[in-house]
């Protein structure tokens, strides 16, 4: 399946042509399609993860993520399921311009950090001032995940109050980027880091192998 942005429905592609690789991911590979939709005729371009089922002849495949035209946004991998899934769904809902169930899904997303987390209690205010007090988040991003709670919970009580376009996309777009911050940038610093201190200790260690001149 893949969302055809002309149709603006999910569809059966025909696929034209398509490679599969291995990128180090042992859980399956990465699918790369070029198809038609049978509706409209118009081509697509997409990306799917595929894995590998019960039996070596029956490959599970993903939804295709589209990269052309209009690309969906691809989520990276180490942002976890289950919060990938919100995250994407909000953006659905703004697709389908259902803003208050953005809202309400951009504080599922931060619910989700929350539990990754192993935040105290289960209520979402608490939890953002935890992730706070332990520095998984900084204080700009304490702001943003303040107001994706308040609007949050306008979005899951039944109100007169309804969420405007605007405040669904920017709500959308707050938490993934605490999402980038605290899964994605955080890991690529760690790993950056740790090459620093890899390329240090390989410079020592060459040079105490070094002839001494002394002698
Ligand atoms: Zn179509």
Redesign the pocket.
Known sequence: MIE?N??K?E?HPQIKGSHEKNYGDPEGNIKIALMV?P????ALLGVARTKAACSIYITKISKYIRLWPQPNEYKSDLIPKTIRNSLDEAKRCIDGSAYTACAAMSGRVLEGICRFFGTKGGYLGPGIEELKERGVIDSKLFEWSKEIHKHRNIAAHASEEEIAKEDAIDLYYFSEAVCNYVFVISERFNQFISRKKADKANATDAKSRLPDPRH
């Open positions: 055809c002309f149709c429905k569809i939709c509706l409209c005729n118009n």
